[in-house]
């Protein structure tokens, strides 16, 4: 473990020299209310490497699902620029769209379309860029396998639990075999055994698609066990107030909650969040 404040490093990890997947620097967002100005997010530096996974946690309110949709293209920067692949995603005001096909999207629910089976689901964005049907039920099957779904395919979302339906929105998210995955709570209405066992299904996702993530949660354990970077963010400017390397190796078994090790880093962030009250 390495323990980094932000206000030192912007957040910049050792993965090398080569491009990096994700660009933040300086980012703001303000939201005009009646009862003033909301400085939602606030001053965000941050640089994430190909293949890196970064969780984002910290309290409700802090500006973690403000920062994923400015990300995400969903939603402009009152200040500063994002770039994926060294490209700005915003340029004069215009969205670029060749940035936004790069992600994917997944979010708390699963919002899959609940007159489409599984399958037609997976598929779905693929249908929208034009490609053949026979091609993108072949995809689709293919990523139905990845997340577990085999013989579900024609299933409707209503005949699924929980985890099924965020499983089927992970491979819908994959389907464009998306550059940059952003995860915005993907888990937290799941109960904590359907949990874990989804935790211990991206992982394994991630590390056969080498896919870059970005994973906002409000669970300790949950960030330090997923990702290679935590970054944690304090509220009223939603601000980062400090970054925390992760360095178990992957992939990672559910007994390693159990170590002290593990322990340390979750209660070294847990600390961190009480001091803030
Ligand atoms: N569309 C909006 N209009 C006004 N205020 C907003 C809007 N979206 C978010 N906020 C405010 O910005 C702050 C950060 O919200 P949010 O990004 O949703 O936090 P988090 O995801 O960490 O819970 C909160 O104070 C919230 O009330
Ligand atoms: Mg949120």
Known sequence: MR????????????????????????????????????????????????????????????????????????????????????????????????????????????????????????????????????????????????????????????ELSGGMRQRAAIARALSTEPELLLMDEPFGALDALTRERMNLELQRIVLETSSTVVFVTHDIPESVFLADRVVQMTPRPGRINKTLLVDFSKPRDVYLQTTPEFNEIVRSLRHELDEEE
Not at 117 to 139: H, M, Q, T, Y
């Open 3 to 158: 323990d980094d404040t932000t206000t030192v490093d912007p957040g910049v990890s050792d993965a090398g020299t080569e491009t990096p997947r994700l660009s933040i620097a300086g980012v703001g967002r303000d939201f005009h209310t009646r009862n003033g100005v909301v400085h939602a997010v606030s001053g965000i530096d941050l640089t994430i490497q190909r293949g890196e996974f970064v969780a984002l946690i910290g309290r409700s309110g802090c500006g973690k699902t403000t920062l994923l949709r400015m990300i995400g293209g969903l939603l402009p920067a009152t200040t500063g620029t994002i770039e994926v692949d060294r490209k700005p995603l915003w340029r004069d005001g215009r969205l670029d769209s060749s940035a936004v096909t790069k992600l994917g999207f997944v979010f708390q629910e699963a919002n899959l379309f609940p007159w489409f089976s599984v399958i037609d689901n997976i598929a779905l964005p693929l249908k929208l860029r034009g490609a053949r049907k026979r091609e993108r039920r072949a995809r689709a099957q293919e990523l139905a396998e990845l997340v577990g779904l085999t013989g579900f395919e024609s299933s409707y979302p209503r």
